[in-house]
């Protein structure tokens, strides 16, 4: 297992104690597990460029996404997208994660069922690759259609009031500033 945990808003308690708790969290595992040919996870606590991000997306049989609550969440619209045309990965997300709203091909859980977790992980692990490409592909028609492109649109046609009633026609006013 490989968790990538870059430090973010350091300057907030929770952020802080939430990571000592990772910190203290992967020390145990790795004491209890570790072997000295062998570690059970790699924890890194940096943040990496894109191209290195994308290439461990791709290089990932499973991707576990689990926010408590999220927006949109672009790691899961990353890892969709990285994934080898020929051998697809499983996107476990949880169900309080933006994302879960438009990505059906992935399993969702409730990332406080610890159980239910780890059954989702066992599935994802032993998924057979006609199962995942069906996933993988339904995840993708679901980042495509929900780009960040038809995000502004759909948002920018809300903002807009109607110029003729029962028309359907939109005039949107957009903004600049002037440096």
């Known amino acids: 297992m490989l968790q990538v945990a870059p430090p973010s808003r350091d300057t907030i308690k929770e952020y802080q104690e939430t990571s000592d708790a990772l910190d ?14 062998w570690q059970p996870l790699t ?22 996404v689990t926010p408590l609550r999220d927006g949109m969440n672009l790691v899961a619209h990353e890892y969709v997208g990285s994934q080898n045309p020929e051998d697809h ?10 994302a879960a709203e438009i990505f059906d091909g992935a399993i969702e859980v409730n990332p406080f069922d610890t159980d239910e977790t780890a059954e989702a992980l066992r599935i994802a692990l032993d998924m057979p ?23 502004a649109a759909r948002y920018l046609e809300r903002l807009a009031p109607a110029t003729t009633a029962g028309s359907g026609t939109r005039d949107i006013l957009y903004l600049a500033s002037v440096a």
Not at 89 to 98: I, M, N, Q, Y
Request: one cysteine or more; proline letters at 3%; a positive charge.
């Open 24 to 37: 203290a969290m992967c020390g145990r595992v790795m004491g209890r597990f570790a072997e000295p040919d």
């Open 43 to 64: 924890y890194v606590k940096r943040a990496y460029g894109q191209p290195s991000l994308a290439g461990l997306y791709r290089l990932a049989k499973v991707a576990l």
């Open 89 to 98: 990965g499983v996107l476990v997300l949880s169900r309080f994660a933006g």
């Open 129 to 151: 690759l006609d199962e995942r490409i069906a996933r993988w592909t339904s995840l993708m028609e679901a980042a495509r259609e929900h780009n960040v492109d038809a995000r």
